[in-house]
């Protein structure tokens, strides 16, 4: 399978944008296994005269596509990055970098419960979480439940 266009496939319009297990950039202090798409490789990429990494370039490109980030489940660092830059941004922190092969985790159950917890916190009001693979949305009409 080759790689994924530039566009990561935003152009299908998605409604949201969630980053799981992300990790901070490269170089990032308290950053568990930080880097920027390629540890060997990338060490420091800028936008705008910024560092930046997966986060800031895979926010700025859903917000081209007018797609909002919502969540973000991964270590401190990574959480702080990206309210940094989208303050309303829910996060689940389920980890403290120690250094970047090092940190203090969740338990496995505490960090799920904290990931659907604050996952769920993103969705408007008016849905409900049925199962794994089940939300239902309510609303006045159609196309306010569509919304």
């Not at 895979?58 to 990055?81: C, K, M, Y």
């Not at 996060?91 to 496995?108: H, P, Q, R």
Request: glycine residues 8%.
């Amino acid at each position: 399978m080759g790689a994924l266009p530039s566009t990561m496939l935003l152009d299908r319009h998605y409604s949201a944008v969630a980053f799981l297990g992300q990790y901070a950039r490269a170089n990032t202090p308290g950053g568990v296994m930080a880097h920027s798409y390629s540890s060997p490789g990338s060490q420091n990429l800028l936008m705008n005269g910024q560092p930046t990494g997966e986060i800031e370039t895979r926010t700025a490109l859903a917000g081209w596509f007018d797609t909002p980030v919502i969540f973000l489940s991964g270590d401190r660092a990574a959480a702080e990055q990206l309210k940094a830059i989208d303050p309303d941004a829910e996060t689940a922190v389920v980890k403290e970098g120690i250094d970047n092969y090092a940190c203090i985790s969740l338990s496995a159950d505490a960090a799920r419960r904290l990931i659907r917890e604050r996952a769920a916190a993103t969705l408007k009001p008016g849905a409900e979480i049925i199962d794994a693979r089940t939300i239902r949305f309510h609303g006045k009409d159609f196309f306010e439940a569509w919304q």
